[in-house]
């Protein structure tokens, strides 16, 4: 069974760049099948999707965080990761990896969140 | 963006007894290709979101059957038959019909 793994520093100093990695285990990132996501999830409050990677580097971005995000593959090491630039107090959350099946129907596209990582808390102060 | 609300945002509810959470959606959810991208999913406390119904009203493996989702169009509903105590926590509907993929605010399941 896939099992997902978030990992990167826990504390942020404001205006500087979070970056996380997620490492994807019991599963191949590169086969194509599926699509590979983030999303927060702010202390106490709901999920926001952040954006997701198909394993070819072809992104989207929500764009509500479009000009602050970027989603990098590496096949080699089955990871994907996340940098956030700028970030504020507001960035404090709880950020998790998922992966989406891919489906087809003369385009790519994703579809549900199947599998989800733990989590890993990223709190931004100085 | 595709606006999804939730209803009730909190939900008391006697175990063994049924309850049922709403989702609409601002815009149809039935893509291109036919289907329907809504799903739910359950968070229990200090736990990561874990898929429960995709596509309206498939369960996900390992789901138990208590648990059910129908809908079209713009409303949709999770029914859980009998409520039961491992059933506690937040439950979010999910479109990935659009992007960006958008969720609702999520529903309180507590025990009365």
């Known amino acids: 069974q896939v099992q997902l793994q978030e990992s990167g520093p826990g504390l942020v100093k404001p205006s500087q760049t979070l970056s996380l990695t997620c490492t994807v285990s019991?599963?191949?990132?590169?086969?194509?099948?599926?699509?590979w996501s983030w999303i927060r999830q702010p202390p106490g409050k709901g999920l926001e999707w952040i954006g997701h990677?198909?394993?070819?580097?072809?992104?989207y971005y929500n764009p509500s965080l479009e000009s602050r995000v970027a989603i990098s593959i590496d096949t080699s090491k089955n990871q994907f990761s996340l940098k956030l630039s700028s970030v504020t107090a507001a960035d404090t959350a709880v950020y998790y990896c998922?992966?989406?099946?891919?489906?087809?129907?003369?385009?790519?596209?994703?579809?549900?969140?199947?599998?989800w990582g733990q989590g890993t808390l990223v709190t931004v102060s100085s | 963006d595709i606006v999804m609300t939730q209803t009730p945002l909190s939900s008391p509810v006697t175990l063994g007894q049924p309850a049922s959470i709403s989702c609409r959606s601002s815009?149809?959810?039935?893509?291109?290709?036919?289907?329907?991208?809504l799903s739910w999913l359950q968070q229990r406390p200090g736990q990561p979101p874990r898929l429960l119904i995709y596509?309206?009203?498939n369960r996900f493996s390992g789901v138990p059957d208590r648990f059910s989702g129908n809908g079209a169009g713009t409303d949709f509903t999770l029914k859980i038959s009998r409520v039961e105590a491992e059933d506690v926590g937040v439950y979010y509907c999910?479109?990935?019909?659009?992007?960006?993929?958008?969720f609702g605010q999520g529903t309180k399941l507590e025990i009365k």
């Open positions: 019991g599963g191949s990132i590169s086969g194509g099948d599926y699509y």
């Open positions: 999910m479109q990935a019909t659009q992007l960006p993929h958008t």
């Open positions: 990677i198909y394993y070819s580097g072809s992104t």
């Open positions: 815009q149809s959810l039935v893509h291109s290709d036919g289907s329907t991208y």
């Open positions: 596509k309206i009203s």
């Open positions: 998922a992966r989406s099946p891919r489906k087809r129907s003369g385009y790519s596209y994703a579809s549900e969140l199947d599998y």
